[in-house]
């Protein structure tokens, strides 16, 4: 496989910021936060040319190596700094789903109850999802970004909804707005985008579809908290284990 030497370049990145739409410079967005076990590098093959191995024998793909951990320069400086708020309490969460799974270790579902700031959290999942699309997303969906700029706004905007689950998986996945076809007709189709980083799988959904998978959570009603309630919060999730780099495709 071939080294990309750009991504170790360090320059300034100008761009539109995902979530309050402005024009500037962009600072690197960690996605999931650092400290939610992101700290490392990360190396990954290039989807397109991954895809053209498989399906038409193509060359090996580029291996691009991001040595500060997962994510991009999607947000404003402002931004950034605003979602650092909400990033605690998903580290907290994140942390919290580790140790129980580390408690846990052969078990395909494990469930806890956590006292947590369900609102935060979810404001800090948004914020991924919107970096994890390109600004478009927000665009379309801009009461996404209402929800995660306004700390007291609740609810996400009707035909959303976010499903998790956790996953062991050393390996990582984020995909912005993808489908999935059942062709069997046993199932339904899927509109949705994806970020799959251990401990967590995370899943947003569009227009009311179905989630990929039957196991994953509905834990949209995190958004209807309000911004300083942290009730305690009783959840079960399945653990998944990814299935090569396609979206939505769990053992």
Not at 7 to 21: H, N, P, W
Not at 102 to 108: H, T, V
Not at 159 to 186: E, F, N
Request: net charge positive.
């Amino acid at each position: 496989m071939a080294f990309s030497p750009n991504a170790m370049v360090t320059k300034e990145i100008v761009g539109i910021c995902r979530l309050c739409a402005s024009y500037g410079l962009l600072s690197f967005e960690h996605v999931p936060p650092r400290a939610a076990y992101n700290a490392y590098p990360r190396f990954y093959p290039d989807t397109r040319e991954f895809i053209n191995q498989r399906v038409a024998g193509g060359p090996a793909p580029t291996i691009v190596h991001e040595p500060r951990g997962a994510g991009a320069h999607t947000l404003c400086g402002d931004c950034n700094n605003r979602c650092s708020r909400y990033a605690r309490h998903f580290i907290e969460w994140a942390v919290a789903w580790q140790e129980a799974l580390d408690s846990n270790a052969a078990a395909e579902s494990v469930g806890t109850t956590q006292r947590c700031r369900r609102s935060r959290i979810m404001k800090q999942i948004v914020a991924m999802f919107l970096s994890a699309n390109p600004p478009e997303m927000g665009r379309i969906h801009h009461d996404l970004r209402r929800f995660v700029w306004n700390a007291e706004h609740r609810g996400l905007p009707a035909g959303i909804h976010v499903y998790a689950a956790l996953t062991r998986d050393p390996d990582a996945r984020q995909a912005g707005v993808t489908g999935k076809m059942d062709m069997s007709g046993k199932g339904a189709s899927s509109i949705f985008s994806e970020i799959a980083f251990a401990p967590l799988i995370l899943v947003m959904t569009f227009n009311d579809a179905e989630p990929p998978d039957p196991r994953l959570l509905d834990i949209t009603f995190f958004a209807s908290a309000g911004y300083k309630e942290q009730p305690a919060t009783e959840l079960r999730l399945a653990v998944l284990r990814l299935r090569d780099i396609y979206p939505g495709a769990y053992h």
